[in-house]
């Protein structure tokens, strides 16, 4: 049976790398892109077609920063498929990032330098805002709507005699001190998108507790810092390639300075060549390359506890009967 692998956020960056890598890896694939707009969705099957022109790719329109159009795409999912073999949750947003050079330089002359070139620590801020639905913007961007999606799609992951992969790109900027579960949607703080990767982290043990047994496997990935829109949203295009020099020297120092999208999506590959059963959900795989330029993947513990996963998983579950009871008023009829 041809493997169906969806991919959210396909058109760009780190998604549509991995696209192209998974078609080059096994052209026998049936692979769905998950974009919000059709122009950039058709440009990237467009330009996947072309270095694969007998490859079956589809576009599914789909913005996960919207319950009523997650809520369709998984009807048209449901239609097309009888199985969901990889659900890519990659989609994701940094809006208004602001860097706080100060910080920064200070970093730059302490011991913890390393780690904030890896991790952003203490030197990234967002602003955030409410969607149409109520909601954070980052939130349900990167974890809620993401969270719809695998509720309403349930029985194309689950199945008896075989599993499936829910891949969440996550990141090393995931925080546990950005993170409340009296605040999980990050209303209060100037730290959005450290704290929605937190919850992704948190949520996918959850997962992993309520699903194994039905055959359906969650891992969170670190792509590492990747030129894509999201990195021009905080510096533009020109500043990187000025820096490129010191961006390769510092990749001596730490292996997450990936720096493509092709190495950026190295983990993601990874995993989809691993069996389910065999992979530690708490552990994030990290995409790495070295001084050299080889790329490979590392494990790391994360810093999670599986009661808060479990608290969240609740608190989730709560949210989505209220949204949908709200933004779509024959909810479960339709
Ligand atoms: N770049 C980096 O250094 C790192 C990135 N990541 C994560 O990698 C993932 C991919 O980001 P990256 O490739 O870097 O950035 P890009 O901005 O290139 O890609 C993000 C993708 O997500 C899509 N997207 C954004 N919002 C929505 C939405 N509401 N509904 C559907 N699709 C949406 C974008 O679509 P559109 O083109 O229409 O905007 C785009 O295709 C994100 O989750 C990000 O947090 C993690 C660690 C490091
Ligand atoms: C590299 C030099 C000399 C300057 C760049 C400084 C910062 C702009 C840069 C340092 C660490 C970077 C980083 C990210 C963004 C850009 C930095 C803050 C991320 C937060 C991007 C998104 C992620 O998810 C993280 C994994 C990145 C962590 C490192």
């Known amino acids: 049976m041809r493997k169906v692998v969806v991919v959210t956020g396909a058109n760009s960056g780190i998604g ?8 080059s890896y096994d052209d026998q694939i049936r692979l769905c892109l998950g974009c919000r707009n059709l122009q950039r969705a058709e440009a990237a099957r467009t330009a996947l077609l072309s270095s694969h022109p007998t490859a079956d790719v589809s576009v599914l329109l789909v913005d996960v920063g919207k319950v009523t159009s997650v809520v ?4 048209e999912l449901k239609e097309r498929y009888k199985k969901v073999d990889y659900l890519y949750l990659n989609a994701g947003i940094m809006p208004n990032p602001q860097l706080s050079f100060r910080a920064f330089i200070k970093g730059l002359f302490s011991r ?3 780690n904030m070139f890896a991790t952003a620590e203490g030197i990234l801020t967002q602003k955030d805002r409410i969607t149409e639905d109520g909601l954070q913007e980052v939130f349900e961007t990167n974890v809620f709507g993401h969270f719809m999606l695998i509720r309403e799609i349930e029985p194309l992951l689950c ?5 499936s992969q829910l891949i969440w790109t996550s990141s ?8 409340s579960l009296s605040d999980y949607q990050h209303s209060q703080g100037q730290e959005p998108y450290s704290s929605s990767k937190y919850a992704t982290d948190l949520l996918s043990v959850a997962l992993n507790k309520q699903y194994n047994k039905q055959g359906l496997y969650s891992s969170v990935v670190c792509p590492g810092l990747v030129m894509t829109n999201l990195t021009y949203g905080i510096m533009p295009s020109f500043f990187w390639t000025l820096i ?4 390769w020297l510092i990749r001596v120092f730490t292996n997450s300075f990936t720096i493509s999208p092709f190495n950026g999506a190295e983990a993601l590959m990874w995993l989809f060549n691993q069996k389910a059963e065999s992979l530690d959900p708490l552990s994030k795989y990290h995409s790495c390359t070295s001084g050299l330029g080889n790329n490979y993947v590392c494990l790391s513990k994360m810093d999670v506890d599986e009661k808060s996963g479990d608290l ?6 709560e949210l989505e009967k209220e949204i949908c009871k709200k933004s779509i008023p024959d909810y479960r009829n339709s």
Do not use: G, Y
Request: with cysteine.
């Open 244 to 247: 490129m020099p010191i961006m």
């Open 112 to 114: 913890n330098v390393i």
């Open 72 to 75: 369709r795409a998984a009807k």
């Open 159 to 163: 199945h008896a005699d075989s599993t």
């Open 312 to 317: 969240l998983l609740q608190k989730m579950l």
């Open 172 to 179: 090393s900027n995931a925080r546990k001190s950005a993170f």
């Open 16 to 23: 549509f790398a991995l696209c192209e890598r998974l078609l």
